[in-house]
């Protein structure tokens, strides 16, 4: 079982390496990154603190603060007040923020429909599916430190 699992996350390891790749093939014609936006999507959606996005995709708080401040220098995000938390302000998108998610995220369907069709609706579900049980069994799963 252990070689089958390891084989799986070599897998993962590698299938997340070309997402990336890709996603920066998408953003670059809109002068970003995968990075920059998965913080400007996080936003895209509603109004959001720093926390809650690095939390949303499990990275580190400072590195999402760092790129959420670039895009701020960029005049694709501004901060406002947050009604919930006295320091922490909430993320949220300009209206250049948004022309520029929508030309990302316009691109990324049109790609999604190519990948879709190469790949399946059947195997996007199984796949899918499967790497939901991997998801949870990760998300409770403490692993032992040294």
């Not at 699992?5 to 897998?11: A, M, R, W, Y």
């Not at 920066?24 to 002068?31: H, K, V, Y």
């Not at 069709?117 to 059947?122: K, T, V």
């Amino acid at each position: 079982m252990a070689e089958a699992f390891s084989t799986l996350v070599v897998q993962m390891l590698r299938c997340d390496g070309l997402l990336v790749e890709a996603g920066d093939r998408l953003t670059r014609p809109s002068g970003q990154s995968s990075a920059r936006w998965r913080v400007l999507a996080a936003a895209g959606t509603a109004p959001t603190s720093v926390a809650d996005i690095a939390r949303a995709w499990n990275l580190a708080r400072q590195s999402v603060q760092r790129l959420a401040d670039a895009l701020v220098g960029d005049g694709l995000l501004s901060y406002e007040e947050n009604p919930h938390h006295r320091r922490a302000k909430l993320a949220v998108l300009t209206p250049l923020g948004r022309q520029v998610l929508d030309e990302i995220e316009a691109r990324q369907h049109a790609w999604a429909e190519e990948m879709g069709a190469r790949i399946g609706a059947a195997t996007i579900a199984d796949v899918a599916a499967g790497v939901g049980v991997v998801l949870d069994a990760l998300s409770s799963d403490a692993v032992p430190e040294d």
